[in-house]
């Protein structure tokens, strides 16, 4: 899943904020110009999952370097959960 920590590019809108810190951005342009993208803060990843599963590996932050370099970096949450209903 997407993480707030992206350097989100190209050009973008914020669309929708949460009070968690996790937004959606609509692209202006390049190859996902109109698509809507959510990023995932850590406290709204932790609440998808809280009612049914449990942590085996903590959520934790991997990150790309975009390449040129001065395009930022993509980072991206990964975890492993076990359904415990």
Do not use: C
Not at 22 to 30: E, H, I, N
Not at 41 to 59: C, G, K
């Amino acid at each position: 899943m997407n993480s707030t920590a992206t350097d989100v590019f190209p050009a973008h809108d914020v669309v929708e904020r949460d009070d968690d810190g996790s937004f959606t951005v609509q692209y202006r342009m390049g190859a996902k110009k109109g698509l809507d993208v959510h990023f995932f803060s850590e406290p709204e990843l932790r609440a998808l999952f809280a009612e049914a599963f449990t942590p085996v590996l903590n959520p934790r932050e991997q990150v790309t370097t975009r390449a040129p370099a001065s395009l930022g970096q993509w980072t991206q949450w990964e975890g492993i959960w076990r359904r415990t209903r």
